[in-house]
C-alpha cells in the first residue's frame, strides 16, 4: 500500500484519473465504496459542484484552529497538497498572488498539507521559502481526504461566501487560469449571506 511518497508513474496516474485513482492515498477511489458515507458494496456520494462542501477543521503551521465553518461569509479556495508533489510546488506563487490580488475582496486561499508528521520541517520551511501569507493546516492524518474525494495532488475547490462547492481542480492550477479566474469572479462579486 501506498502511503506518503508514492512512486511518480502512480502520481501521474492518479492525475489522470486512470486504473489506479485510489493509489496516491492507498485508499479505495471515489465510487468504489470508500466514501466514509457509504454502505458496504454501495458506490461513494459524488462530491458534486453545487453541494454544501464537507466540513473540514485543522490547525493551522502557526498553532491557530481554522475550520471552513470559521471562513463562512469569504470565498476559499481550498488547495490541498504535498510537499513532494512538483505541481503542488509550481502552483504556490500563483495561489498566493491569487490570495494577495483578493484578500480585500473576501477570498481566503487555504492550503491543506497532507504531508507525514517526519516531513513538517520541509513543510514549514517550503511555505517560509515561497513567501505564503495564506494559513496552512497540517493535515497528517489525511482527515480532507474521504470527505472531498482527492484522487491525487494537487487539489483545489472553490467555495462560496454560503458554504458552496463551486469549482474543483484534480491537477495543478497555472498561472492567470481562465476558468478559475470566471469563477472567483463571479464568487467573489455576490454579497455574503446574512448570518
Known amino acids: 500500500m501506498l502511503r506518503r511518497r508514492p512512486h511518480p508513474v502512480l502520481v501521474s496516474t492518479c492525475l489522470l484519473g486512470l486504473v489506479l485513482v485510489g493509489a496516491c492515498e492507498g485508499k479505495p477511489a471515489a465510487g468504489t465504496g470508500g466514501g466514509a458515507a457509504s454502505q458496504p458494496g454501495s458506490p461513494a456520494p459524488v462530491l458534486a459542484v453545487g453541494a454544501p462542501a464537507p466540513p473540514f477543521a ?14 463562512r461569509g469569504r470565498v476559499v479556495l481550498l488547495n490541498v497538497w504535498a510537499t513532494w508533489c ?48 495564506y494559513p496552512v493546516i497540517h493535515d497528517e492524518p489525511n482527515r480532507i481526504g474521504a470527505p472531498f474525494q482527492i484522487i491525487g495532488y494537487p487539489a483545489s475547490f472553490v467555495i462560496d461566501r454560503a458554504g458552496t462547492l463551486r469549482w474543483r481542480r484534480d491537477g495543478m492550477i497555472p498561472a492567470g487560469d481562465p476558468d478559475l479566474a470566471a469563477v472567483l469572479e463571479a464568487a467573489l462579486a455576490e454579497p455574503a449571506p446574512a448570518r
Do not use: I
Not at 64 to 70: F, I, K, Q, T
Not at 93 to 116: C, M
Open 58 to 71: 485543522g490547525t493551522t503551521l502557526r498553532g491557530e484552529p481554522l475550520s471552513l465553518a470559521d471562513l
Open 86 to 133: 512538483e505541481p503542488c510546488r509550481e502552483e504556490l506563487p500563483e495561489l498566493q498572488a491569487l490570495h494577495t490580488r483578493h484578500e480585500a475582496r473576501g477570498l481566503t486561499v487555504l492550503g491543506v498539507s497532507t504531508d507525514a508528521a517526519r516531513d513538517f520541517k520541509t513543510l514549514r520551511n517550503m511555505v517560509s521559502g515561497f513567501g505564503l501569507t
